[in-house]
């Protein structure tokens, strides 16, 4: 694993908004009084989820919060590449670049965040957008993946992630899901087999005597 530091620049100080805190307590409330140092994860993920990234300042309130050595909380972070030790744009491109992604054209994808966006990890000039290569999204079947935000968008081709980051540009909403528009993760084009409605739709139902049933009193 990579060595992953904090960002050499750094807010002057964090502080849980109300309901950032609402969600962080009900996330303690959880665990025994003396195990709330259990709930580093979902708390950071909050602070995160506040802020869009994990600054020091934030490490030290969650320590604070769950009192606990703020190194602690620093291991948790640097840790888990879920959690953004520098600033991101305010959306996040994460490309997953494992090998079923990178097989069905994952490697193109990233070559157009880097024209589009700038290097992996820097923000756009506006602040709009940044990105980075993930390992597996756990999504292989839908292969290449592209999350942003909490939303997976999948079967991108380079025109299909083209056009979403000309929206993102724009402002403008993104719709989950498939490129394709396949129904989960069905064969693309729909169902090839057991297509027949009479087969699931209840009309072939009938009554079944079972053999050797006793006889009622």
């Not at 708390?43 to 602690?72: C, D, F, N, Y």
């Not at 744009?89 to 589009?116: D, F, N, S």
């Not at 993760?185 to 009309?203: C, I, W």
Request: hydrophobic share 40%; with cysteine; net charge neutral.
């Amino acid at each position: 694993m990579s060595v992953r530091r904090l960002s050499a620049e750094q807010p002057a100080s964090f502080s849980f908004l109300p309901a950032t805190m609402k969600q962080a307590r009900w996330w303690l409330a959880k665990y025994p009084a003396d195990r709330k140092q259990s709930a580093v994860i979902p708390i950071m993920w909050l602070a995160q989820k506040q802020e869009g990234w994990v600054s020091e300042p934030a490490i030290q309130a969650i320590a604070a919060l769950l009192e606990m050595p703020p190194i602690r909380v620093l291991e948790v972070a640097t840790f888990y590449t879920m959690f953004h030790l520098h600033p991101v744009g305010k959306h996040h491109l994460q490309v997953c670049g494992t090998t079923p992604c990178m097989l069905r054209g994952a490697e193109e994808l990233k070559a157009i965040c880097k024209r589009r966006i700038g290097e992996a990890h820097a923000p756009s000039a506006d602040g709009k957008l940044s990105w980075e290569e993930m390992e597996c999204l756990g999504a292989c079947v839908n292969a290449p993946v592209v999350a942003i935000g909490d939303y997976y968008h999948e079967d991108l081709t380079p025109a299909a992630l083209e056009a979403l980051i000309d929206k993102l540009a724009r402002g403008e909403k993104l719709e989950p899901g498939s490129s394709l528009g396949r129904q989960t993760s069905a064969p693309e084009g729909g169902p090839s087999v057991l297509t027949d409605p009479s087969l699931y739709d209840g009309s072939l139902a009938r009554l079944v005597t079972l053999p050797n049933v006793p006889a009622k009193a």
